[in-house]
């Protein structure tokens, strides 16, 4: 699917969503205390933003990009009604990846390009963590992905990101995962 496809895709899931956002995710809940106190973060494949919000209400200096400019402008109106800064970027981050060495947050949820891997972690400052989070193949019922590709097999995700030290590991339904950049 190209570009053009996927953004309509999104946008028309966008547009035709009530709730405001989706979750926050478990991965950044359960390890707040690792966030360093400042900071730049990145919220990657952001969809409606809850990641991107909590970053910034932890204050980090935080961006957001999604391909979904239905997604970008509503995130943006949450965190204009909350007063929270965010720089926000409709962006196809497999076009256009992370900058080498540009972060010291990449939090990724729900999103799984595999080829995407090897640069979000060199976008990774040194001692920068990378929180992700997302489906795995034991996933049950009708939430996340149907098609395998979008799926991780059991223990892919610290193989995905062999470069970083593991911080923690937790696999289910959903991998949880967060490393960090050895210095």
Known sequence: MDSDAIRAKWDARYRSSH??????AAVLIDNTPLLPTEGKALDLASGLGANALYLAGQG???HAWDISPVAID??????????????????DCLARPPEPGSFDV????????????PAITVALK????????????AKQGGSGPGNP?????AGELPRLFSELEVAFYREGEEALFVG???E
């Open 19 to 24: 709730s405001s956002a989706e979750g926050i």
């Open 60 to 62: 980090l200096e935080v």
């Open 74 to 91: 509503r995130l943006n109106r949450r965190a204009q009604q909350q007063g929270l800064t965010l720089h926000t970027q409709v962006r």
């Open 106 to 117: 990449i939090v990724v949820s729900r999103f799984l390009e595999r080829e995407l891997c």
């Open 126 to 137: 040194p001692g920068g963590l990378l929180f992700y989070q997302t489906y795995t193949r």
């Open 149 to 153: 590709h979008f799926l991780l097999e």
């Open 180 to 182: 960090r950049k050895v």
